[in-house]
């Protein structure tokens, strides 16, 4: 009898798997996961997720289906025998392959990852002199200040008499310019939908860029442990049509004019006394 | 010298033996020095200095530190750690063993005892009371998870959970395997008697021991609010609870900077003649990374909290924004250790996983110079990686690509290490013993562990995923599949050789497949919860997630019920049924395994010499000799 080619089949059952199942990861599995395509920058990261995605899937495969083929077959059917197995301590081919593919994916998934990055910023936080400003020349991104301080988010206007307001509002398709700070210790602002993440930390303007789509109603949470009731951070922002978010900016200007008026002025950072508990 | 021992030892009436140095002298020194720091030295230092510059505050913080610190030092001068220097200071002779004994029994384990098979056991056992101190916080934690709003406990009791749980965790059971196995089975897979620096090994045990303590005290002090990261300026205004959290890992850095120093030491002048490094046994490689790690970052650790600490009491500023500190020099300097920890965490794990698949395999480990590579790589990288917890922290974005690619490229030699498992087990003539499916169990969820982790070290996919029960799925596939799953599979590994005796092998394939499914039903689903929008943290989610969130908490529980199981093999194998094990089990031609069980009191009778490594299976050669022979 012919000995079995162990490699080759493991080979094929992998290639095998692989096609059927890579397909479906991308096509149907990548696609509806979060978060979604609430703006430019969750597209961004759904496709960036569908390249991981489709990469890992006939990585996990191959890993499975290797260890799996080998713990069935290989598996010593006596229980009593004390055997030894071949006295292989290693194949040059097999590491040196093992290397060069290893090496390959990972430089490509870090390039692709840098280049995705500089795209569109990623929704991410870039502090104050952003590395991706994804804004084109002749246009300009609406600034929004995001204020956090313990437990709670406003968002100062600044392009509109430096209102603050402890609603956030957006116009729809506009590239938005968010301006992250805190008065006290470390929070994260994350717009879920929008896909954007940026920490909020004291003395410092950390800026986050986002292109809105069309109206939306997102969820926004702390995302960094800040005390006590860090797990009540949150409340819900909207995308509206430009029409609606100037009547809703002028209404909260008019409302909030005696308060603006007394407000520090707008900057992009505010200094307050450090809120030591002292004792 | 024995025989004197021994007569000594016997002549002691037990009365006689509990005043000495010993855990009870510990404990009413700690008892003194605590009162002594707290009630006498912290008064009479800001009575004089911050009250005459008219600053009040962090009085208390002051009092509970200095109360730590003292208490600390003086349970360390009851275990008698003071006594070799002030002898050799009053001109006496040096004492070279303490505690070895054998006649001593049980009691060796509550003293200073400078036999590495005693700390090994100690270490076992500390440890494991302290993991399951951690794994209750947890159980409660999902307890309080169990609905979207605030149940059980409190929110600020809840955090303290999720701090103590973290903390225990990644401070105790960074020595879970170095501490146990490394102190014991390194010396003798070296073929030294002891290791370098025997009462070092002790010390760094019971320091161990102090931190866990001072952990648990957090909840008389209000807990802490700011989990086992710290952030400040958060834990500036943090209560007194913080101050334990402070004391913990201040304690557990300096335990575990000198056990690396012990171990490296060890493993570079204390191998045998023949134990080349090329024929050094693929743990004692990931004891080595692990070690060379430890020594290196936890010093950073201790140097963060001390400046937390002077931030809370000398009123200085380091981390506080707007005067002059920044909270991102407390990020920056704290995951300049954290990152290397996680992979003092998993560093071990691999050494475990590659030492024990030729054993169950039987054939030679497969690219032992991949394997080491793979091992010295992950060592090396692993310092230039930090920053990935910082994406969007707003630290300068323009460096995100450089350490985008040093976390990919860590996976090249994480994928070394999967390299050689998959070359061993090929064509091997495998049998699923109860270490050998826990070695499985490592292969599966560190896979998935690192699969997920190239979503966090992309920064497209951090965005989204960072600061959620994603990347906390993450770090407990890499952690609680990796470490706690090689842990097990040391434990049962091990155990007959450690005490002698048999563990129960249906209990353990039970506690294995209740542990295995339950994990990834747990971490499984968190992923998913993680991409939802759930972040870390948090005692309140949309309600939409509840039933992920119950499932969770159930899945969790059976992982509790695994434990218990572990729990009950130990109680019941170890202390009822007693049955003696074989010398060698599971025919492992590894040297430890040549030797009698338990291993007698110094090793070995000569020096043995090596001149193969630990893995010819396979290969014709000769059997290892019994201890003391040629090998």
Same mark, same amino acid.
């Given at each position: 009898m012919p000995e079995i080619n162990h490699f080759r089949r493991v080979a094929l059952i992998w290639l095998v798997s692989s096609i059927v199942a890579t397909p479906l990861v991308i096509f149907l599995f990548a696609p509806i996961v979060p978060p979604g395509q609430g703006s430019v920058q969750s597209s961004g990261q759904v496709l960036d997720n569908t390249v991981l995605f489709g990469l890992s899937t006939p990585i996990a495969l191959a890993v499975l289906i290797f260890f799996g083929y080998s713990f069935v077959v290989f598996r010593e059917r006596d229980p009593a025998a004390v055997l030894d197995g071949p006295a292989v301590r290693g194949h040059a081919g097999a590491q040196l392959w093992w290397m060069i593919v290893t090496i390959t994916i990972v430089l490509f998934l870090a390039t692709y990852a840098s280049y995705r990055t500089f795209v569109d910023g990623a929704g991410g936080g870039q502090g104050p002199i952003p590395a991706s400003v994804p804004v084109p020349s002749g246009q300009s991104a609406l600034p929004v200040q995001v204020i956090a301080q313990q437990w709670q988010f406003t968002y100062r206007y600044p392009t509109y008499g430096g209102v603050e307001t402890s609603e956030l509002y957006l116009p729809e398709h506009t590239i938005v310019k968010f301006n992250v700070t805190s008065l006290d210790v470390v929070h994260s602002f994350w717009a879920y939908q929008l896909a954007v993440k940026a920490d909020a930390n004291p003395n410092v303007n950390n800026v986050a860029f986002v292109k809105t789509r069309g109206p939306l109603t997102f969820n926004v949470r702390c995302a960094e442990l800040c005390g006590v009731w860090h797990g009540y951070m949150f409340n819900l922002g909207h995308v509206v049509s430009k029409a609606q978010f100037a009547a809703w900016i002028a209404q909260q200007q008019r409302q909030f004019a005696p308060i603006t008026k007394s407000l520090p002025k707008y900057n992009p950072t505010y200094n307050p006394a450090p809120t030591r508990r002292g004792g | 010298m024995s025989a004197i021992a021994v007569r000594t030892a016997a002549a002691r009436p037990l009365w006689r033996r509990l005043i000495g140095f010993n855990l009870l002298t510990a404990i009413i020194g700690a008892a003194i020095g605590y009162v002594i720091g707290h009630m006498v030295i912290g008064p009479a230092i800001h009575a004089h200095s911050l009250d005459y510059i008219g600053l009040t505050a962090g009085q208390s913080d002051i009092d509970v530190l200095l109360g730590y610190l003292f208490g600390t030092i003086g349970f360390l001068v009851g275990m008698g750690f003071a006594n070799y220097p002030i002898r050799r200071l009053l001109g006496h002779p040096p004492s070279l063993a303490e505690h070895e004994d054998e006649a001593e029994g049980m009691f060796r384990y509550f003293t200073l005892c400078t036999d590495h098979k005693v700390v090994g056991l100690q270490y076992l056992v500390g440890i494991g009371f302290f993991f399951l101190i951690g794994g209750l916080n947890a159980m409660l934690i999902r307890t309080e998870l169990l609905q979207p709003n605030v149940h059980v406990f409190g929110a600020n009791q809840y955090l303290t959970l999720v701090g103590e749980h973290g903390a225990m965790m990644m401070g105790m059971i960074t020595s879970g395997i170095l501490g146990p196995f490394g102190t014991y089975f390194v010396p003798l897979m070296l073929g030294a008697r002891r290791m370098a620096f025997p009462r070092l090994e002790s010390f760094t045990f019971w320091l161990l021991m102090c931190a866990g303590v001072v952990l648990t005290t957090t909840v008389f002090f209000g807990g802490f609010q700011t989990g086992w990261t710290g952030y400040d300026p958060l834990g500036d205004q943090g209560v007194l609870g913080y101050d334990a959290y402070i004391g913990f890992f201040a304690l557990v850095g300096t335990s575990m900077t000198l056990l690396g120093f012990n171990m490296l030491a060890t493993i570079v002048v204390m191998r045998a003649p023949g134990m080349t490094w090329s024929r050094l046994p693929i743990f004692v490689w990931g004891v080595f990374a692990t070690a060379a790690l430890m020594m290196l970052a936890a010093p950073m650790l201790v140097a963060t909290l001390c400046m937390a600490a002077l931030d809370r009491t000398a009123q200085t500023v380091f981390y506080i924004a707007g005067v002059g500190g920044s909270n991102y020099l407390y990020e920056n300097l704290f995951w300049f250790f954290g990152h290397p920890e996680v992979y003092i965490v998993a560093l071990p794990g691999f050494g475990i996983v590659l030492e024990l698949l030729p054993v169950f395999c039987r054939k030679p480990l497969w690219g032992y110079r991949v394997g080491v590579a793979g091992m010295l790589g992950v060592g090396l990288l692993s310092w230039f990686v930090w920053q990935h917890h910082l994406f969007v922290s707003g630290i300068d974005a323009d460096v995100r690509p450089f350490y985008m690619l040093a976390t990919e490229l860590i996976s090249i030699p994480t994928g070394f290490i999967f390299l050689c498992a998959m070359g061993t087990v090929w064509r091997g003539r495998i049998r699923f013993t109860v270490p050998m499916l826990f070695c499985i169990g490592w292969i599966f969820n560190f896979l998935w562990g690192g699969i997920s982790g190239v979503f966090l070290s992309a920064v497209p996919s951090d965005v %989204? %995923?960072?600061?959620s029960f994603f990347s906390m799925a993450h770090f407990h596939y890499t952690i609680m599949g990796g470490l706690v799953f090689t842990m097990f599979a040391a434990i049962f590994y091990w155990t007959p050789k450690m005490t002698g005796l048999k563990l129960n092998e249906t209990l353990g394939k039970i506690q294995f497949w209740i542990l295995f499914i339950a994990f990834n039903s747990t971490f499984g689903p968190l992923f998913a919860v993680g991409f939802l929008g759930q972040p870390r943290r948090v005692v309140s989610y949309p309600a939409g997630l509840q039933f992920l969130n119950d499932w969770v908490s159930v899945s969790a529980y059976f992982i509790g019920i695994s434990m218990l199981i572990f729990l009950a093999n130990v109680i019941w194998s170890l202390l009822f049924v007693r049955e003696p094990a074989e010398v060698n089990p599971w025919n492992s031609k590894s040297i430890e395994w040549q030797m009698p069980s338990p291993v007698p009191l110094h090793d070995f009778e000569r020096i043995p010499v090596f001149d193969v490594d630990p893995y010819p299976y396979g290969e014709p050669l000769v059997a290892p000799a019994p201890a003391g022979g040629q090998v």
């Open positions: - | %989204t %995923t960072h600061g």
